[in-house]
């Protein structure tokens, strides 16, 4: 499904993605882990296309389609979601008018008609009920005065909207209470299908206990210098990152 | 280059005064002596920096004193099909109240009078001659001024005592002509203690030729009445729409003030609020959409002279290409003025590099118990809400879009009738997406 192969990534003229390939199969969970600056979040930002990133040399293929010639809006419509680890606030649109906008986009893309108002409001509750996510805060601007945890569920909210084929979601747990943390991770677990695929960029192991990877994979200085299944995140929870160095 | 309208006035003076009425004849040589005397002012003028006058006024425009009729029919140019709203509608072409058709509008509240100004001077003297230049006289402004010198007619509306108006009034300001021309209208509006009237302004420019729209109004708001001004502009590139607004507001009135330019050339929005009772409300709001050589100036001024009245200002621009913007706001709280609230913001976006705007916010406060506030902010379309919107799969026409609509809205909030606003918004969504065209007709229009 996601393919990345001797990834280069600079920002500013700083590498900080060193040659990083990684292998994500339809159905699989990965976890990613590593210390601060060790690249995760860039990882992130690259799959999605952030300007801000400049892909020095490898390549990223999804269902075989070069992710790198495409801008962020098709990617997005291909399957590819990112979970951010800072939600952006956007005063003034509305979080209806925005998912709105965004799965007609999306149908557009894919040659559907848009959603009718009723369809929409409908798909919307059910999802709403998924994500235990209140009235209040689709009724508001997207993040606007959002409580931390908020903006993590509205994440997720917006992930069941749009049903990646792909999501990455990136320090999903960070800021989050443990009430907050189980519900988010409950989220999660209940969009998930056989056929899709998901990304978790996390610091610690925490989070892993909730939602179960297939594959840990630990990065350092832009490069994954260790994969294993889950009980590799239980060794560096104990362990620490320094024995991999 | 002041010259050829010295000239002009002097030989036709007698023309111009026949065609219009005695009253508005009374102040008119005084008011020539003084635009001879101090002319049109240059860019150095405090108040003019960013609007030059003279190049504007320099090309050879038509005047019209003989009051001849213009060959047009704005019952059948202004056909609309928004049948949800009503309005009393009028039409003034050029500087000419054009009569209207009684079945249009059917008959409006009892005692209200809406007419031409050079009608109301003749069958109401004592009406006008109570209010007409009291605003003007203090003023010291050319465009003011040269209005008084050549203005004949314009839009007359009075609402008595504690009448409620059941229907906006709109007033739809056509320009149509063959040849480049000049047309300076007046406008005496009139409402008087305990009464609510609505007030929608249309400008539009018909023809493929220069205009200069020189409109002033003076307008009296009575103790505990209410009034809203709205102004839609959706003129085109040759048309430099000048405008000046005095409001003076009594005891607990409440006016608002809302403005919205969507296509011009060069505009200019003199705007005083004058707050001369106690607990007077006034709100003054813009929006402004540029681009293309687009120029827009809004010089506003509120006057705080009496205690406990609140004033809320608040004016946003989206400019792209080489267009130009530009706002001073000042404020003034006498020393009497005691627990004055006066709010100011100015919020734009600039779209392109080129793009231009000047704010100038100026306050001056003389009163020690006071909350005044004023803010300006001026930057691009915010680059990570941007990508944070195409990661949901909106592309990124949509997503500015979507930034700019949210920019506009809250003057848009500010329409207090709510089929207007739709329709207002509506139209900012069409002019953003760049689908509004100029010469459009009466986009706004409520029949």
């Given at each position: 499904?996601?393919?990345?192969?001797?990834?280069?990534?600079?920002?500013?003229?700083?590498?900080?993605?060193?040659?990083?390939?990684?292998?994500?199969?339809?159905?699989?969970?990965?976890?990613?882990?590593?210390?601060?600056?060790?690249?995760?979040?860039?990882?992130?930002?690259?799959?999605?296309?952030?300007?801000?990133?400049?892909?020095?040399?490898?390549?990223?293929?999804?269902?075989?389609?070069?992710?790198?010639?495409?801008?962020?809006?098709?990617?997005?419509?291909?399957?590819?979601?990112?979970?951010?680890?800072?939600?952006?606030?956007?005063?003034?649109?509305?979080?209806?008018?925005?998912?709105?906008?965004?799965?007609?986009?999306?149908?557009?893309?894919?040659?559907?008609?848009?959603?009718?108002?009723?369809?929409?409001?409908?798909?919307?509750?059910?999802?709403?009920?998924?994500?235990?996510?209140?009235?209040?805060?689709?009724?508001?601007?997207?993040?606007?005065?959002?409580?931390?945890?908020?903006?993590?569920?509205?994440?997720?909210?917006?992930?069941?909207?749009?049903?990646?084929?792909?999501?990455?979601?990136?320090?999903?747990?960070?800021?989050?209470?443990?009430?907050?943390?189980?519900?988010?991770?409950?989220?999660?677990?209940?969009?998930?299908?056989?056929?899709?695929?998901?990304?978790?960029?996390?610091?610690?192991?925490?989070?892993?206990?909730?939602?179960?990877?297939?594959?840990?994979?630990?990065?350092?200085?832009?490069?994954?210098?260790?994969?294993?299944?889950?009980?590799?995140?239980?060794?560096?929870?104990?362990?620490?990152?320094?024995?991999?160095? | 280059?002041?010259?050829?309208?010295?000239?002009?006035?002097?030989?036709?003076?007698?023309?111009?005064?026949?065609?219009?009425?005695?009253?508005?004849?009374?102040?008119?040589?005084?008011?020539?002596?003084?635009?001879?005397?101090?002319?049109?002012?240059?860019?150095?003028?405090?108040?003019?920096?960013?609007?030059?006058?003279?190049?504007?006024?320099?090309?050879?425009?038509?005047?019209?004193?003989?009051?001849?009729?213009?060959?047009?029919?704005?019952?059948?140019?202004?056909?609309?099909?928004?049948?949800?709203?009503?309005?009393?509608?009028?039409?003034?072409?050029?500087?000419?109240?054009?009569?209207?058709?009684?079945?249009?509008?059917?008959?409006?509240?009892?005692?209200?009078?809406?007419?031409?100004?050079?009608?109301?001077?003749?069958?109401?003297?004592?009406?006008?001659?109570?209010?007409?230049?009291?605003?003007?006289?203090p003023q010291n402004d050319a465009l003011i001024t040269f209005n008084e010198a050549f203005a004949q007619d314009g839009f007359f509306m009075y609402v008595p005592e504690n009448v409620h108006m059941d229907k906006p009034v709109q007033l739809v300001n056509i320009m149509r002509?063959?040849?480049?021309?000049?047309?300076?209208?007046?406008?005496?509006?009139?409402?008087?203690?305990?009464?609510?009237?609505?007030?929608?302004?249309?400008?539009?420019?018909?023809?493929?030729?220069?205009?200069?729209?020189?409109?002033?109004?003076?307008?009296?708001?009575?103790?505990?009445?209410?009034?809203?001004?709205?102004?839609?502009?959706?003129?085109?590139?040759?048309?430099?729409?000048?405008?000046?607004?005095?409001?003076?507001?009594?005891?607990?009135?409440?006016?608002?003030?809302?403005?919205?330019?969507?296509?011009?050339?060069?505009?200019?929005?003199?705007?005083?609020?004058e707050m001369n009772g106690e607990k007077c409300e006034a709100e003054l709001c813009g929006m402004m959409v540029g681009g293309g050589q687009q120029q827009i100036d809004n010089h506003t001024t509120i006057k705080h002279n009496k205690p406990n009245c609140h004033s809320n200002e608040l004016f946003k621009y989206?400019?792209?290409?080489?267009?130009?913007?530009?706002?001073?706001?000042?404020?003034?709280?006498?020393?009497?003025?005691?627990?004055?609230?006066?709010?100011?913001?100015?919020?734009?976006?600039?779209?392109?590099?080129?793009?231009?705007?000047?704010?100038?916010?100026?306050?001056?406060?003389?009163?020690?118990?006071?909350?005044?506030?004023?803010?300006?902010?001026?930057?691009?379309?915010?680059?990570?809400?941007?990508?944070?919107?195409?990661?949901?799969?909106?592309?990124?026409?949509?997503?500015?879009?979507?930034?700019?609509?949210?920019?506009?809205?809250?003057?848009?909030?500010?329409?207090?009738?709510?089929?207007?606003?739709?329709?207002?918004?509506?139209?900012?969504?069409?002019?953003?997406?760049?689908?509004?065209?100029?010469?459009?007709?009466?986009?706004?229009?409520?029949?």
């Open positions: 499904m996601l393919e990345i192969k001797n990834l280069h990534v600079s920002i500013d003229g700083k590498e900080i993605l060193k040659g990083l390939s990684l292998t994500v199969k339809p159905g699989e969970t990965h976890a990613i882990m590593g210390p601060n600056g060790s690249g995760k979040s860039t990882l992130a930002s690259t799959i999605v296309g952030n300007p801000a990133f400049e892909v020095t040399s490898g390549s990223i293929t999804f269902e075989g389609k070069n992710l790198l010639e495409k801008d962020p809006e098709e990617r997005a419509n291909e399957g590819i979601f990112l979970s951010f680890q800072y939600p952006v606030e956007i005063p003034g649109v509305s979080m209806v008018n925005f998912m709105r906008t965004a799965i007609n986009e999306q149908r557009k893309y894919r040659k559907l008609p848009p959603m009718s108002a009723s369809d929409f409001l409908r798909f919307m509750r059910e999802k709403k009920a998924l994500v235990d996510m209140d009235n209040k805060l689709t009724n508001r601007s997207v993040n606007e005065g959002f409580s931390g945890g908020e903006k993590k569920k509205n994440e997720i909210f917006q992930m069941a909207m749009l049903e990646p084929k792909l999501a990455i979601l990136d320090e999903t747990d960070s800021g989050l209470d443990i009430d907050a943390l189980r519900i988010v991770a409950n989220g999660v677990n209940k969009l998930k299908t056989p056929e899709k695929s998901t990304i978790l960029i996390t610091h610690y192991q925490r989070l892993l206990e909730y939602i179960v990877p297939d594959y840990v994979h630990v990065l350092h200085d832009g490069k994954i210098v260790k994969s294993g299944t889950k009980e590799l995140a239980l060794e560096l929870e104990t362990k620490g990152y320094d024995w991999l160095k | 280059m002041e010259k050829q309208y010295i000239e002009l006035y002097k030989a036709h003076h007698q023309l111009i005064k026949q065609n219009s009425a005695a009253i508005i004849n009374r102040s008119r040589d005084a008011a020539f002596a003084k635009f001879e005397s101090m002319g049109f002012p240059s860019t150095k003028h405090e108040n003019y920096r960013y609007t030059d006058l003279k190049p504007m006024f320099s090309l050879d425009y038509g005047l019209n004193f003989r009051r001849l009729n213009f060959p047009v029919n704005p019952y059948q140019t202004f056909q609309c099909d928004v049948p949800e709203i009503y309005s009393y509608q009028f039409f003034v072409v050029n500087d000419s109240f054009y009569p209207p058709k009684k079945k249009h509008n059917g008959s409006l509240p009892e005692g209200v009078i809406i007419c031409g100004l050079k009608e109301a001077s003749e069958k109401y003297p004592e009406l006008v001659t109570q209010y007409y230049g009291k605003l003007t006289a002509s063959d040849v480049d021309l000049l047309a300076n209208s007046r406008n005496l509006i009139i409402i008087e203690k305990g009464a609510k009237a609505q007030l929608l302004v249309c400008d539009h420019a018909m023809d493929d030729v220069n205009f200069v729209a020189n409109r002033v109004s003076e307008v009296f708001v009575g103790e505990n009445a209410v009034y809203e001004n709205y102004k839609l502009e959706n003129t085109h590139n040759k048309t430099a729409n000048l405008s000046t607004v005095l409001i003076d507001q009594k005891e607990s009135s409440d006016t608002l003030t809302n403005l919205i330019t969507l296509n011009n050339g060069i505009s200019r929005n003199n705007i005083e609020v989206v400019l792209d290409d080489v267009s130009k913007g530009a706002f001073t706001g000042r404020i003034f709280v006498e020393k009497d003025a005691q627990q004055t609230w006066a709010y100011q913001l100015n919020r734009n976006i600039l779209l392109s590099k080129k793009a231009k705007v000047r704010t100038r916010p100026q306050l001056e406060i003389y009163a020690d118990d006071v909350k005044c506030s004023h803010g300006a902010t001026t930057g691009q379309i915010d680059e990570q809400a941007l990508f944070y919107m195409r990661t949901r799969g909106i592309s990124l026409p949509e997503a500015r879009l979507l930034l700019m609509y949210a920019f506009a809205a809250d003057v848009i909030e500010n329409i207090r009738i709510p089929s207007l606003a739709n329709r207002m918004k509506m139209l900012v969504e069409k002019r953003l997406r760049g689908e509004l065209g100029m010469h459009e007709g009466c986009t706004l229009c409520m029949h």
